[in-house]
């Protein structure tokens, strides 16, 4: 009777384990919960090639989640939220733009963050020989340089702000082309319009038609950081924050630092 009991108390027991194994190994391995939906991210034209490869990553995970993206200058973006457009995140190439939506109440309160930085480099035709550095701007042979329009480009304004650390800002401005983003002045630099341009450094990457020939020392700018954040009137919040998580998460990072972002 004794071993008929012990043998009933042990088998209880190993039964018990193996069911809370099977628990735990099912919990690991269970799927994370579908989202559906649809949600729009404004973003700095600077991130297009790093969010472009990771809404196919997240879309892996998430396939019923339709991810739309609208591109373009910070600030212009800024105004399309601002009058109204349905857009559930915002990533910004500055602070300035994320704190205007601040200020008129337009961020999901405790949504804001910063997710990469970057770095602002002087680029020019790969053929172009006469520039090494920010000071052969001033060259009377030089006519043409290439910046973001900074009323609206972040990377436009932290350019002025690094050839006014030279000290050549005055001298060079009449020969400025303002573009509408960074990627026309990278355009302008790649066809040889332009002698020179400033760009970020990712944008720089993303071509083998332009030679970098500076980077602008760290202390000749405001940091240059991309705060994000999902709108108050964002249709679909919950699908906002998991999309928000994502881009936090390891494997989005590593693609942020394929291109040459820093966390």
Known sequence: ?????????????????VLAVMSNRFSLTAPVAAQSGNITI????????????????????QPQVQVV????????LQQQIE??????????????????????NLLLPGSRRTLVTNRLVLI??????????FQDLTKPEISKIAIGEPKSVPAGQY????????????????KIIYAKDVRQVLTYVETGNVNAGLVYQTDAKTSNQVRIVATAPPESHAPIVYPMA??????????????DQFLL???????FKKYGFAI
């Open 1 to 17: 009777m004794k071993r008929k009991k012990l043998f009933t108390f042990f088998t209880a027991i190993a039964l018990t384990f």
């Open 42 to 61: 404004s973003a700095a034209i600077s991130l297009k090639d790093a969010l472009t490869e990771i809404k196919t990553l997240y879309q892996k995970t």
């Open 69 to 76: 993206y609208n591109f373009g200058a910070s600030g212009s």
């Open 83 to 104: 009058q109204g457009a349905p857009v559930d995140i915002f990533i910004s190439a500055a602070n300035k733009q994320m704190d205007a939506l601040q200020a008129k």
């Open 124 to 133: 020019t035709p790969s053929s172009e020989k006469k520039i090494n550095n």
């Open 159 to 174: 350019s002025e702000e690094v050839l006014r650390f030279y000290k050549i800002l005055d001298q060079v401005r009449p």
């Open 230 to 243: 999902i709108l108050k009137n964002s249709k679909n919040p919950n699908v906002a924050k998991t999309f």
């Open 249 to 255: 998460s390891n494997q989005s990072k590593n693609v």
